[in-house]
């Protein structure tokens, strides 16, 4: 039977995309996977040995995630689907009432503009009404943002909301069309919202310049139709997931991951939500934010452009939809696939006895370990300035690179080893316990985690995390280019 393991779990099986394993249920086949790659334990299993909640598995296109089926045969010449998280059926009528259609008309102008969709027959005048009254909130207008408001607004949406409180930096040109040079350090909110007025300047727009927040989430969301998941975090989704279940309003889901891309519509006629997908978010390290992981410049245009043609097929009611599925897109292998998604009775959110009933701001880092536990000795961290000068002085020092080898190649510190957090256990004796070793990464938080991991291994010699990571010691590095690094 073939395992296939999305890209951001490759990191833990030898950076290999499919395994073939002899055994034919769940079960044989997770205990083989486990022999072959010993890493792969803490990354995929909790102490207590289950398989943590993050993960999903799917065997051919069915959910095979409950623990009841991981000792039922796979059916034959199916394939299973190892899946962590990053982020149907024709409804009658769609999300926008009969009521509100007639209280809007096209006028002769508007029948030209939007000529291409009166000849579809599933869309027509009365669809293309439905267009025009709907209210859409777009939360994110970056990679994903940019080709759902642009699509959205040539379509004629009537009402459209962007919130982003970035601004546009030279970075984000790579896949975030909608923005441009001039627009470099304008706020994405005020330069989106120009691009919608120049593509349909009957659209009425409303950007908001600001971070959606446990506090403000139903304030931005209120009165909408829908709202599109265009954002790169996992607080802002959970809390958006958590806003819209409560306030009764589909959410149509997007990410990205370097060749990887996912769309879903959640909370839709008694559908799942993302908490019935993924209860909880994944530990930091394991998967990295597009910041981090870097994608390819068209996939956001792919998968936004299929999150605005499902958001305009729930706004007029016609065709199958992603509810109680999510797609994959997998644009190196050119792959894709429909999975299933079932809705949890025990969801924390949208289940029958919820426990979550307000959109509530939670620490992720606290949530993942990275927050310092009092009960636990803290992780010492050293300054970028330390490290650099008893760099210079020739100091024995022993440094760890824990990134990924794409980050590496971006900026170089040569005059560190490379250990993957999840080999430290196993080579820890490459460290010199007499001398002071101090761990790196980007943004220094998955060097916490390593020093944490180092320790649970029994390592008793000093280890440091570099404070802020290679982001804060970037201008040292640049400086001393062909120095000491
Ligand atoms: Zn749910």
Redesign the pocket.
């Known amino acids: 039977m073939k395992v296939f393991i999305s890209a951001t779990l490759r990191s833990f099986f030898g950076r290999s995309t499919t395994e073939e394993v002899q055994g034919n249920t769940v079960n044989e086949a997770l205990k083989e996977l486990r022999d072959r790659f010993p890493e792969v334990g803490k990354g995929l299993w909790d102490e207590k040995g289950e398989l943590r909640s993050f993960i999903r598995i799917f065997a051919g296109e069915a959910d095979w995630t409950d623990k009841n089926m991981h000792d039922t045969p796979v059916p034959s010449g199916s394939s299973l689907l190892l899946l962590p998280l990053i982020a149907g059926g024709a409804p009658e009528g769609g999300i926008i009432s009969e009521v509100r259609r007639k209280q809007v008309s096209l006028d002769n102008a508007e029948v030209d503009q939007f000529s291409r969709h009166l000849l579809l027959r599933e869309i027509g005048v009365k669809g293309q009404k439905k267009i025009k009254a709907a209210r859409v909130a777009v939360i994110g207008a970056g990679a994903l943002g940019g080709p759902v408001l642009q699509y959205l607004a040539a379509a004629g949406v009537g009402t459209l909301k962007i919130v982003d409180f970035d601004t546009v930096a030279v970075p984000n040109l790579q896949s975030q069309v909608i923005h441009g040079f001039r627009d470099i350090r304008r706020p994405k909110a005020a330069s989106a919202r120009d691009k919608v007025r120049a593509i349909n300047r009957r659209t009425e727009v409303i950007a908001e310049n600001i971070k959606v927040d446990a506090s403000n989430v139903l304030s931005v969301i209120d009165g909408f139709d829908l709202v599109i998941d265009c954002t790169d975090n996992y607080q802002a989704r959970y809390i958006l997931n958590d806003a819209c279940?409560i306030c009764g309003i589909p959410l149509v889901y997007g990410a990205v991951y370097q060749y990887e891309g996912w769309v879903s519509i959640f909370n839709y006629q008694g559908g799942?939500?993302?908490?019935?997908l993924f209860p909880a978010p994944p530990e930091p390290g394991l998967v990295p934010t597009c910041a981090e992981g870097g994608t390819i410049s068209p996939l956001s245009g792919i998968i936004g452009s299929i999150q605005a043609t499902e958001a305009l097929k729930l706004i007029i009611g016609i065709g199958e939809h992603l509810s109680g599925k999510l797609l994959r897109v997998d644009t190196l292998g050119l792959r894709s696939e429909v999975l299933e998604v079932r809705?949890?009775d025990d969801?924390?959110?949208?289940?029958s006895a919820p426990t979550i009933r307000e959109p509530k701001n939670y620490d992720y880092e606290e949530l993942c370990g990275l927050r310092e536990d009092p009960a636990e000795e803290p992780v010492a961290t050293i300054a970028p300035e330390d490290l650099a000068r008893r760099i210079e002085n020739g100091e024995p020092l022993t440094i760890v690179d824990v990134r990924e080898p794409h980050e590496r190649s971006i900026l170089r510190f040569s005059g560190a080893i490379v250990i993957p957090i999840g080999q430290l256990a196993r080579r820890q004796r490459e460290l010199n316990p007499e001398h002071d070793t101090v761990f790196i990464c980007k943004e220094g938080k998955r060097s916490i985690l390593a020093v944490k991991t180092l320790r649970e291994a029994g390592y008793a010699g000093p280890a440091y995390s570099l404070r802020g990571g290679l982001d804060a010691m970037k201008d040292i590095i640049l400086s001393n280019e062909g120095g000491w690094i």
């Not at 799942?272 to 019935?276: F, H, K, Q």
């Not at 969801?347 to 289940?351: A, D, E, F, L, S």
Request: hydrophobic residues 25%.
């Open positions: 279940v799942p939500c993302l908490r019935c809705h949890r969801c924390q959110v949208c289940g």
